[in-house]
C-alpha cells in the first residue's frame, strides 16, 4: 500500500478531516498543495479574498471557515504564510485540530508577528518541514519555531521554499511524512486524547 491509501485508510480509521493552508498568493496549479488536493477530493483548502497580502488575521478567519465545514477533527497541512497562521489557530483550537503539518514557515519577522504567534508548545502533534536554503525562513529560524511550538523538525535539506518554483508538485515523501504524522494519532479522537497526543513525538 503507497502512502496515499495509507493515508485515506488512517484518515477514515481516525474519523479526521483534512484542511488545505495555503500562503502568500495561494499555491499555483503546479505546486504539492494542489496535487494533493486533486489527489484527495474530500479534503478543504482554504479559500481567501485577498491572497496578496500577509494579513494574519484575514488567513485566521479563513481557516475557521474551513474548520466550521468539518464534521470532525482536521488535521492541517500548511505552507509558508499559512503554516504561520494554522499555529495560531492550533493553539487556539485544539478541540478542532488533530495535528499540523507545518511546511516551509515563513519567518514572522517579515510580518511583524513575533509577539502575535504561539511560543509555547502546541496543545497537539505538529510536524515542521524546514529546508537548509529557505528565502523566507533561515534554517535557524526554523529551528527556533519548532523548539517554540513543541514540533518534530524535519530537516529537508536544500530544498529552498518547498514549493513549485524549487521542484515540490507531487511530492511523494511530503505525503510520507503526512502519513507518519497521522499514524501516530490515537483512532476516533475525542478532545481530551488531542491533548494527551502532543508528547507523542517523545
Sequence with gaps: MNAEDRIGAALELSGLDVVVVPGLNDSGPAH?????CSRFPDW?????????????????????????????????????????????????????????????PA?????????????????????????????????SGAVELARHWGSHLVDL???GHVNADSGYGPWPSGLEHLDGLI??????????AFAQCASCWG
Design 44 to 104: 478543504k483548502r482554504v479559500s481567501q479574498q485577498r491572497w496578496d497580502k500577509g494579513d494574519l488575521d484575514a488567513w485566521l478567519s479563513a481557516i475557521a471557515a474551513s474548520l466550521a465545514q468539518c464534521r470532525q477533527p482536521a488535521v492541517l497541512v500548511a505552507h509558508s504564510f499559512g503554516a504561520l497562521a494554522s499555529a495560531q489557530v492550533a493553539a487556539s483550537f485544539p478541540e478542532r485540530i488533530a495535528a499540523a503539518l507545518l511546511v516551509a
Design 32 to 36: 504539492w498543495q494542489t496535487d494533493w
Design 157 to 159: 535539506g536544500d530544498a
Design 183 to 192: 499514524a501516530r494519532l490515537p483512532p476516533r479522537h475525542s478532545a481530551k
Design 107 to 139: 519567518a514572522p519577522q517579515r510580518f511583524g508577528l513575533e509577539e502575535r504567534l504561539p511560543r509555547r508548545p502546541l496543545p497537539l502533534p505538529s510536524l515542521l518541514l524546514a529546508s537548509r536554503n529557505d528565502p523566507w525562513l533561515a534554517y
